[in-house]
């Protein structure tokens, strides 16, 4: 079956999903009635993780910081603090932490040069965490 539509109108698809007239190859009609339940139960899971976020959204503001802290860029050894991440025009900030150090017993390549390629092995981050962080610059 081809849909027609926007790549992305999904209330199409879960019209299309929920159609009890459709089959899919080898699909009983037990798959159907188990496999419309779940939609059901994953509708229900995105809007209640929607209610979740609108709380957290909702939330009353913190308390102050007692400093500006001033990070230092691991790239070229510029700073910025921390008032400065949320100047006019900067509309998203990333938060990630990192395993550092790495497990001890983790025996993978260490970083391939700068900095934190002169620590001891066991002392570099774990390189699935920033592998994450790599790709940051990347996907932005």
């Known amino acids: 079956m081809a849909l027609k539509g926007k790549p992305r109108d999904m209330n199409k698809w879960r019209e299309v999903l929920r159609d009890p007239n459709v089959h899919f190859p080898g699909g009983s009609s037990e798959y159907r009635r188990a496999r419309n339940e779940l939609l059901e139960a994953e509708a229900e899971l995105r809007r209640l993780n929607e209610q979740v976020a609108a709380q957290r959204r909702a939330l009353p503001t913190g308390g102050l910081i007692r400093e500006d802290y001033v990070f230092e860029s ?64 990347g996907a932005a």
Do not use: H
Not at 82 to 101: E, T
């Open 74 to 137: 691991a790239a070229d050894g510029s700073t910025v603090r921390f008032s400065g991440l949320f100047a006019p025009g900067k509309n998203s900030l990333v938060i990630y932490n990192m395993m550092f150090p790495r497990w001890s017993e983790d025996r993978r390549a260490g970083a391939p040069g700068g900095k934190t390629a002169a620590l001891p092995l066991v002392e570099q981050p774990c390189p699935s965490c920033t592998s994450v962080v790599d790709g940051l610059e």
